[in-house]
Every structure is written in structure tokens, then in C-alpha cells.
């Protein structure tokens, strides 16, 4: 069964670089059937979709945030990353890393199955 | 952007009851709409996905419908476990997916 989880400081200051690697275990990031994405969630709100990226580096960012991250992928180390920079307290959150199962390396549309394997999630606060 | 609506926001059922779970978008989506189940401290777990598909391993009393802008989520007999907050994403618009605020299941 592939497991996903997410590793980083719990604490960045604000105007500073959030940095998060999620690590993909019993399974290969290289499968031609599956995308990996972000996706955060602020205290006692809802889900955010960040970004996701295949294997080849394809990379798709949520417009709002494209400005500001930078997610990449290490294939020798089974892993992928998230970089935030210029943070502010609104991007305190919890941060999950997810599976997207997909027949595209887009995951747009019809070619989408859902996000079916996610990480347990790491708390990130903004603060000084 | 795409408005993601679901009600309502808290729904008290009884166990052994069926829950009705809605959500609307403010422009058609087709069937690419997926829902998920979130409890405390855990995170989001695949439902359903195309509006109606269940995912592996999800219990035949979870049942999705719908087209267009609006979806439903139906939950026949609801067990225990079950209670949790539902979150309905849309995938149609590429490359920003996008989730309603949620809909509370709680235990009446």
C-alpha cells in the first residue's frame, strides 16, 4: 500500500520561503498513471488545490498562488517539493501531499480519477 | 473562477438514517466532480469521483449523482463512522481545481 508524508519546518517568518518534501513509500513516483499535488487546508477552514507536477516535471500551479510557489520532483529520492516564498500569516496551514490518479499528465477533466492517496498532513504557522 | 456551493452547511441525521448531501457550481462542470470525507485530524479520503464513480474500497451505501451544476451526495444508511465533514471538488477547470467550504455530518 503506498504511503505519502510530508516533512518541513513547522515555522517560517513571515516574508520567508516555505519548504515541504513529501516522500512516496511502496510505490514509484515514475508510474505513468499518476500525477503529485499540494493542497492546504487554514485552521477550521476548507481545501485549497496548490499545485501538482508528474514525474517528467510537468508542472500546473493554482493561478492565485503561481506568483509565489514552485513545486518539483526528485525521482532518485522518490520524492516531491512544495517552495512558498514571500509567506504571510494567511498561508498558515495545514499542508497535504496527495496522489492524483490520471490517464493525462494534465489530470484535467475526464482524465481525472481523484486524489486517492494523501499524506497526514504538516502544520505550517506563519510567524515571527 | 468556479463558486463552489454545498448544503447545507450542518446536517443532523440519525444513524440508520440517509443523508443528502448538496452541491452546486456557478458553471457547468460536466460530471467531473469528485466528493471526499474528512474527519478530525485526518486528512480528506476519496469518495467518489465523474459525479457517480466510487472509489476503491468505498462502501456501496455512498452514492453520487448529478451533472451540469448540480451534484448530489448520498449516504443510505448511515453508520457511525460516517460522520465527518464532505468536501464536493470540481476538476473541469484545469489547472485550478477548486472545493465547496464543506457540509458538516453530524449526529442527531
Known amino acids: 500500500q503506498l504511503l505519502m508524508q510530508e516533512s518541513g519546518p513547522g515555522l517560517v517568518k513571515p516574508s520567508g520561503t516555505l519548504s515541504l518534501t513529501c516522500t512516496v513509500f511502496?510505490?514509484?513516483?515514475?508510474?505513468?498513471?499518476?500525477?503529485w499535488g499540494w493542497i492546504r487546508q487554514p485552521p477550521g477552514k476548507g481545501l485549497e488545490w496548490i499545485g501538482s507536477i508528474y514525474y517528467t516535471g510537468s508542472m500546473y500551479y493554482n493561478p492565485s498562488l503561481k506568483s509565489r510557489v514552485t513545486i518539483s520532483v526528485d525521482t532518485s529520492k522518490n520524492q516531491f517539493s512544495l517552495k512558498l516564498t514571500s509567506v504571510t500569516a494567511a498561508d498558515t496551514a495545514m499542508y497535504f501531499c496527495?496522489?492524483?490518479?490520471?490517464?493525462?499528465?494534465?489530470?484535467?477533466?475526464?482524465?481525472?480519477?481523484?486524489?486517492?492517496?494523501w499524506g497526514q498532513g504538516t502544520t505550517v504557522t506563519v510567524s515571527s | 473562477e468556479i463558486v463552489m456551493t454545498q448544503s447545507p452547511a450542518t446536517l443532523s441525521v440519525s444513524p440508520g438514517e440517509r443523508a443528502t448531501l448538496s452541491c452546486r457550481t456557478s458553471?457547468?462542470?460536466?460530471?467531473?466532480l469528485a466528493w471526499y470525507q474528512q474527519k478530525p485530524g485526518q486528512a480528506p479520503r476519496l469518495l467518489i469521483y465523474?459525479?457517480?464513480i466510487r472509489a476503491t474500497g468505498i462502501p456501496a451505501r455512498f452514492s453520487g449523482s448529478g451533472s451540469g451544476t448540480e451534484f448530489t451526495l448520498t449516504i443510505s444508511s448511515l453508520q457511525s463512522e460516517d460522520f465527518a465533514v464532505y468536501y464536493c471538488q470540481q476538476y473541469d477547470y484545469w489547472p485550478l481545481y477548486t472545493f465547496g467550504q464543506g457540509t458538516k455530518l453530524e449526529i442527531k
Open positions: 511502496s510505490g514509484s513516483i515514475t508510474s505513468s498513471s499518476y500525477s
Open positions: 458553471q457547468s462542470i460536466s460530471s467531473n
Open positions: 496527495t496522489r492524483l490518479h490520471c490517464s493525462s499528465p494534465s489530470c484535467q477533466s475526464s482524465y481525472f480519477f481523484g486524489m486517492d492517496v
Open positions: 465523474g459525479s457517480s
